[in-house]
């Protein structure tokens, strides 16, 4: 039988993560996406909302900004790279849906593909390619075995992908990491894919902030002692 979590038992834990005011505090950008066609409700949105107001009680004196992308094809990445250009973030977590998710999907790598697929406009993309000079694909940029390894341990359902799909998510997570590579950038940056329903099983929402503040907290641990 799955397990039971509800956010009362990672209230218990506080994290020990303490960043001196003599070094630049992380941001944090946490990102779900609207509706688009077959998905008339993203949950998604709902678990930045919801992560957010958790992890700030978590970590008080960390940046946490978080943004519900249009999943379209020119707003969505365009949003996306906007927000990286103002808020300049340490760590971007980017959150979407996919149908045949048992849980947590890590993604672990974007391609410089495009699905011909209607966005939420019902518009098409306007090339096969992301970027037409851009590299083939481009690997995740968060600590993903330390990752597994966390939501494992509290018996969280979770998998690794190398295959973000081609759609939206695909597109933001590419433009993301192609972004940070051009400008020199270092920045943790990762894709999480999740079930299209948080009702549970195999996730409920509860269970889904659950493993996303971990994976927040290994994400934040691992920007700490790099620092060092």
Not at 96 to 123: S, Y
Not at 181 to 188: K, L
Request: aromatic residues 6%; negative net charge; charged residues 15%.
């Amino acid at each position: 039988m799955q397990q039971a979590f509800d956010l009362a038992m990672v209230q218990a834990d506080k994290s020990d993560l303490r960043f001196p005011a003599a070094r630049r505090i992380p941001r944090v950008l946490l990102t779900g996406f609207g509706s688009f066609p077959g998905v008339a409700h993203n949950v998604s949105g709902d678990l930045v909302i919801a992560l957010a107001k958790e992890a700030q009680k978590f970590f008080p004196e960390i940046v946490i900004h978080t943004a519900l992308l249009p999943t379209e094809w020119l707003d969505g990445p365009m949003h996306a790279l906007s927000l990286q250009d103002s808020v300049a973030p340490d760590l971007i977590l980017h959150f979407g849906v996919a149908h045949g998710a048992d849980g947590f999907c890590i993604e672990t790598r974007a391609v410089n593909v495009c699905r011909l697929m209607p966005d939420a406009a019902q518009l098409l993309p306007a090339s096969a390619l992301l970027n037409t000079a851009g590299a083939p694909f481009y690997c995740t940029t968060i600590p993903t075995d330390a990752i597994i390894a966390r939501l494992s341990a509290l018996s969280l359902p979770v998998s690794v992908s190398d295959d973000a799909g081609g759609y939206l998510c695909n597109a933001v997570f590419y433009q993301s990491l192609d972004t940070a590579r051009a400008t020199n950038v270092s920045r943790q940056i990762g894709f999480i894919h999740l079930p299209v329903d948080l009702s549970g099983p195999p996730l409920t929402l509860a269970q889904a902030v659950t493993g996303a503040l971990e994976i927040l907290k290994v994400c934040l641990s691992d920007i700490e002692r790099a620092a060092h």
